[in-house]
T-cell receptor, first 110, second 115 residues
Framework: AQRVTQPEKLLSVFKGAPVELKCNYSYSGSPELFWYVQYSRQRLQLLLRHISRESIKGFTADLNKGETSFHLKKPFAQEEDSAMYYCALSGVNYGQNFVFGPGTRLSVLP | ETGVTQSPTHLIKTRGQQVTLRCSSQSGHNTVSWYQQALGQGPQFIFQYYREEENGRGNFPPRFSGLQFPNYSSELNVNALELDDSALYLC??????????????FGEGSRLTVL
């Protein structure tokens, strides 16, 4: 069965500190992994996807197939990073549905 | 601006009633999916439509049904409402297979309260 877990409901860090949001998944096949973010009073939007291997807003995420993980990392957190973060997976074929994790609320303290 | 709009933004119904939620997808997006997001949880997949046909369904009962129209609009219908149906309902669209980036574009959601 497809499943995404995010063990932390809330993560608080101080500005300038490193941050890591954990994501683990189970999927019988080759998944695509994504991080979606929801800032206050905004809609859910894509932050990054594993196949693009980009760094967006200083965030990176590496897909570890051995550990079935896709943790989101940023070396120096900023206050504007405070938001709700959702890890999600989808099958590689077009149109396959997404499975979202429960989300982690990141709070970056001044 | 993603171009996905949903209506209504908020509504209140009572148990046993029926509700229709509407979504207007971004132009050119052939696939639309609906999600239920209960308080404190991530979005849960309800179903997906591609070119007006359902092509995927999550673990939701048949009283959750949908339609997709040629003008990129779609509907989510829920019959015989239950208290547990209270949630934020999200619509998301994505581009057609020839231009797919894998990205979902979300609307702001319709918040349904069932009393």
């Amino acid at each position: 069965a497809q499943r995404v877990t995010q063990p932390e409901k809330l993560l608080s860090v101080f500005k300038g500190a490193p941050v890591e949001l954990k994501c683990n998944y189970s999927y019988s096949g080759s998944p695509e992994l994504f991080w979606y973010v929801q800032y206050s009073r905004q809609r859910l939007q894509l932050l990054l996807r594993h196949i693009s291997r980009e760094s967006i807003k200083g965030f990176t995420a590496d897909l570890n197939k051995g550990e079935t993980s896709f943790h989101l990392k940023k070396p120096f957190a900023q206050e504007e990073d405070s938001a709700m973060y959702y890890c999600a997976l989808s099958g590689v074929n077009y149109g396959q549905n997404f499975v979202f994790g429960p989300g982690t609320r990141l709070s970056v303290l001044p | 601006e993603t171009g996905v709009t949903q209506s209504p933004t908020h509504l209140i119904k009572t148990r046993g009633q029926q509700v229709t939620l509407r979504c207007s997808s971004q132009s050119g997006h052939n696939t639309v999916s609906w999600y239920q997001q209960a308080l404190g949880q991530g979005p849960q997949f309800i179903f997906q439509y591609y070119r007006e046909e359902e092509n995927g369904r999550g673990n939701f009962p048949p009283r959750f049904s949908g339609l997709q129209f040629p003008n990129y609009s779609s509907e989510l219908n829920v019959n015989a409402l239950e208290l547990d149906d209270s949630a934020l309902y999200l619509c998301a669209s994505r581009s057609g297979p020839d231009r797919d980036t894998g990205e979902l574009f979300f609307g702001e959601g319709s918040r349904l309260t069932v009393l």
